[in-house]
């Protein structure tokens, strides 16, 4: 399972929640009414600093993690952050693990 924010998206969460070179946003599981990649949850994010992270992505000078307890929520899945330039937003899109690899077999 890995993160993968693209430069786009990274500058847009950078403009969005006026973020500061080294610093970090947590991508977290909350409960929503909505649903994501699980019925019930979505993904939520804050600008605060790992304790335990269990993955990362570094996008510019951002830190982008999932904390180790939080890791069940891409179980099998990858995440990959987008900017989508139409809607001035972020879109997550969630693969399989390894669809990317298989893709370029």
Known sequence: M???VSHEAAR???KELE???CMFVRFFPRYSS???LHPGFSLGIS???PTDPGITQ???DVTFYMEESDL?????YDLHVEYEESLDDISYIYKEEGADRQDQA
Request: aromatic share 18%.
């Open 2 to 4: 890995n993160i993968e």
């Open 12 to 14: 847009w969460y950078v």
């Open 19 to 21: 973020l500061n070179a």
């Open 34 to 36: 909505g649903g994501g």
């Open 47 to 49: 600008v605060e600093e």
């Open 58 to 60: 570094q996008a510019g």
């Open 72 to 76: 069940w929520y891409l179980k099998g």
